[in-house]
């Protein structure tokens, strides 16, 4: 996708350069344009270091007579090259110009003869937002079709809290490529998707887990939803942001997990387990804090309930995507679990690899599917990975499913 990232000059102008990777770790193609008030807070070269791309900062900068008439059909061409227009951060000053069709500038005039998707990621001061000059702007440009991610509240750079703040980086790229996304594959699918570790108590303060971060399971449900489909996200407690468009369930313990999936399991069409579900859990957990004391202590465990295996006896024709952790024989070990667990895909991932598996960006795996093939999926990011399970599954779902 082919996405062209328009910076207003507010103080979160820092935070596109985030994005702009956030946006290329998803696999688009960005092309950056600077107003020359945002050249104010970040300078050009960021992001020109950051997209390998020459960074588009005013329409009437250029010097030459050439540059000049160069620059003057620029808007023209970088327009009609990109699928994707998005404005973050969507100054106050920027909406009331495309909402009344200004065009002093390069992002102004490109606004204006864009013909794709616009998406408008505005922050600012909270009373700016709340003015009912830019309340009027935002609904004209929403009634446009232009599409608004609304601003975080939180603390702003100007010490007042409220609404104004632009949402997290990752955020507004899973939004970029959930609307932008030419391939909407998933429509009227309904994916469960569990992620991250589970804790199990020891006392208030205390618990087993594990060292799962939840990137595989976000990567899976970000990507879901950029392809069409509901996702309903069971989450362990992970320090990840929300992505957009997926309805997170939080969840603590085991027990907790096991719940949450069972009571989606109705609705759903596909269910994707990558959580790492602890598989004991304290049998007493005392209700205060242990005092620490020189004897030896042990803790008793009791197993956890097997949530993919109970999800593979009542899934009917639903798909179902198992996970496993190996430490060896990884497509036995996936089999075995395949078979044992009723699932139609299970993606076995050796986690002793370094830079893979537990905690990292990327992750190599192997699918090892029901029709009897198993699919080696080469190291890459988590989320190229979700494209790769995703494709899979929808194929699995004609070979095994398939309704007329
Ligand atoms: O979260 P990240 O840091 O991105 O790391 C990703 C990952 C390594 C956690 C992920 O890729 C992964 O391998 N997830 C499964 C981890 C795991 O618990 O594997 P397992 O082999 O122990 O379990 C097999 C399957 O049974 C898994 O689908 C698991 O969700 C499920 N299970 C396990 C125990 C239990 N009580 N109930 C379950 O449903």
Redesign the pocket.
């Known amino acids: 996708m082919n996405v062209i990232l328009g910076v207003g000059g507010g103080i979160a102008a820092y935070k596109a350069a985030e994005l702009a990777r956030a946006l290329m770790e998803r696999g688009a193609r960005v092309q950056v344009a600077l107003t020359a008030a945002a050249e104010e807070f970040i300078r050009p070269l960021t992001f020109a270091a950051l997209t390998n791309r020459k960074v588009i900062t005013d329409l009437f900068a250029a010097k030459s007579a050439e540059e000049t008439l160069a620059s003057s059909v620029e808007h023209i061409r970088v327009a009609q090259e990109n699928e994707v227009l998005l404005v973050a951060p969507a100054t106050a000053d920027l909406l009331a110009k495309f909402a009344h069709g200004l065009a002093p500038d390069f992002l102004t005039t490109l606004y204006l003869a864009f013909t794709g998707k616009v998406i408008l990621a505005p922050a600012m001061n909270t009373n700016m937002w709340n003015h009912p000059a830019t309340r009027d702007n935002v609904g004209t440009l929403a009634a446009r079709g232009n599409y608004i991610l609304p601003p975080d509240e939180g603390l702003l750079a100007c010490g007042t809290t409220g609404a104004g703040r632009l949402p997290d980086p990752a955020r507004i790229a899973d939004a970029v490529m959930m609307i932008g996304h030419p391939r909407k594959d998933l429509e009227g699918e309904v994916v469960v998707v569990?992620?991250?570790?589970t804790q199990e108590a020891i006392d208030p303060v205390r618990f087993i887990s594990n060292?799962?971060?939840?990137?595989?399971?976000y990567a899976l449900a970000a990507k879901a939803a950029a392809r069409g489909a509901r996702v309903m996200l069971v989450s362990g407690p992970v320090n990840l942001p929300e992505p957009y468009g997926v309805e997170v369930v939080p969840v603590r313990s085991?027990a907790e997990m096991?719940d949450a999936v069972m009571s989606h399991l109705e609705e759903a069409t596909i269910i994707i387990?990558?959580?790492?579900?602890?598989?004991y859990y304290v049998a007493k957990p005392s209700s205060q804090k242990i005092k620490k004391t020189a004897a030896r202590m042990s803790i008793e465990l009791d197993p956890?309930?097997?949530?993919?295996?109970e999800?593979g006896r009542k899934k009917g024709d639903r798909l179902l995507i198992?996970?496993?952790?190996?430490t060896q024989n990884l497509v036995q070990e996936g089999r075995r679990?395949m078979e044992t667990?009723n699932c139609d895909m299970v993606?076995a991932?050796l986690?002793t690899r370094e830079g893979t598996?537990?905690?990292?960006d990327e992750?190599e795996?192997t699918l090892v599917l029901r029709t009897g093939e198993s699919i080696q999926v080469p190291r890459m990011s988590?989320l190229e990975v979700a494209d790769k399970i995703l494709d899979q599954a929808l194929k699995l779902r004609l070979a095994l499913y398939s309704r007329t």
């Open positions: 569990s992620a991250g570790p060292r799962s971060s939840g990137k595989m399971g085991a096991r387990k990558s959580a790492a579900v602890a598989d956890t309930a097997d949530i993919l295996a999800v198992g996970f496993a952790a190996e679990k667990k993606v991932n986690v598996g537990f905690e990292s992750n795996v988590k």
